[in-house]
């Protein structure tokens, strides 16, 4: 077994918030401090920490964050409600937000009801944070551990973004199944698509790489089909941001493009989610809020113009690919390997319609 080693983007000292600032890299490993829960929802909006389980822990963080400022002002707790609010604003389409922020949510009402101390509710409130945190963390390990049997002894993996620590509390989940394939001795290359507009692969995902001393080649997003078709990838690999009752996975623009090559040139394409990403009260990929960012995005690389001024962009930030191009769904409870509605509904004994 190699010795992968750990890495954390986010750590917390006296009920302040500590996040390594995501614009910096690949250049600067910057700390940023988030005292204040508006300074979080900032931090997310502005994509200072990106990638869907990251969001909804340093979303949980937020809302502690902004009941302790509450409490230490000696303000109306009613006031929580507007907390929640403004930090789930921040981003519409990773649905781990909402769930840790829903989650966050029912444990402060419940302190409520049970009259606590207001210390202690701000001590409850970052220790269900923190809860949140290391479930991530472990949840990541075990999808590393159930994903990495599917990847031959010896396989050139594409994935897309960045889904390693970075994206959440440490491991990753995608990047987490190849930490876990390269600690097993597998031997894994690793094809990096650059990401555009945002580069989460180039700048983030080729970081992490370089940190683990895994073998990889940054390549074009466009340059995917061209190495299928030469025979040169062995499996896709990506994370998601919200997984409907059907199957369908919103995840980073150009998943979807990805599993139709994958697809047509007969590879297996693989999502890997923790469960908090499935968002079983929607049923089809096509009522996802799909987040639309800046023309300025596109039309710049860094400070760099890299358009004309007068050109219009468009700018979704993720797209949907359909439950039948993908192989399988590796969750940290197990292989969902029938994609569609019924296993899932099945896998999560879900009752509803
Ligand atoms: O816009 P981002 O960088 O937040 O998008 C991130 C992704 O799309 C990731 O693939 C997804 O969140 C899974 S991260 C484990």
């Not at 990096?192 to 970081?207: F, S």
Request: net charge neutral.
């Amino acid at each position: 077994m190699s010795r992968i080693k750990d890495l954390r983007p986010i750590k917390v000292r006296d009920y302040k918030l500590y996040v390594i600032n995501q614009l910096k890299l690949p250049v600067e490993t910057e700390w940023v401090e988030l005292s204040n829960y508006q300074e979080v929802a900032d931090a997310i909006r502005n994509m200072i920490v990106r990638g869907a389980p990251l969001i909804g822990i340093v979303g949980a963080f937020g809302f502690a964050i902004g009941i302790k400022e509450l409490i230490d002002k000696g303000e109306d707790l009613g006031k929580a409600k507007e907390i929640k609010k403004v930090l789930e604003q921040t981003r519409p389409t990773a649905v781990n937000l909402f769930w840790a922020l829903g989650r966050m949510w029912n444990r402060f009402n419940k302190l409520l009801e049970n009259s606590e101390q207001r210390e202690d509710i701000i001590r409850q409130m970052f220790k269900e944070a923190e809860k949140i945190e290391l479930e991530d963390y472990h949840a990541n390990k075990s999808i590393g551990g159930y994903g990495q049997v599917l990847l031959p002894e010896k396989a050139r993996v594409l994935t897309h973004c960045n889904t390693g620590a970075l994206a959440t509390s440490g491991w990753g989940t995608a990047l987490g199944v190849i930490r876990s394939a390269c600690e097993e001795g597998k031997e894994i290359t690793v094809y990096v698509d650059e990401t555009r507009p945002y580069l989460q692969g180039a700048r983030l995902t080729a970081w992490e790489l370089v940190y683990e001393g895994i073998p990889h080649y940054l390549i074009t997003d466009s340059s995917a089909g061209f190495l299928m078709k030469k025979g040169m990838i062995d499996a896709v690999i990506v994370g998601a941001d919200r997984i409907t009752r059907n199957g369908d996975v919103a995840n980073k623009i150009g998943t979807y493009a990805l599993s139709v090559l994958a697809k047509e040139h007969n590879i297996p394409f693989y999502v890997a989610a923790p469960t908090s990403t499935f968002d079983l009260k929607i049923r089809r990929g096509e009522d996802i809020i799909i987040e639309e960012r800046s023309e300025e995005e596109v039309k710049k690389c860094g400070d760099c113009s890299i358009a004309p001024g007068e050109s219009k962009a468009l700018n979704y930030s993720f797209d949907v690919t359909p439950a039948s191009n993908i192989t399988a769904i590796i969750t940290e409870r197990g292989i969902i390997s029938h994609v569609n509605e019924e296993h899932i509904k099945q896998f999560f004994k879900y009752k509803g319609e």
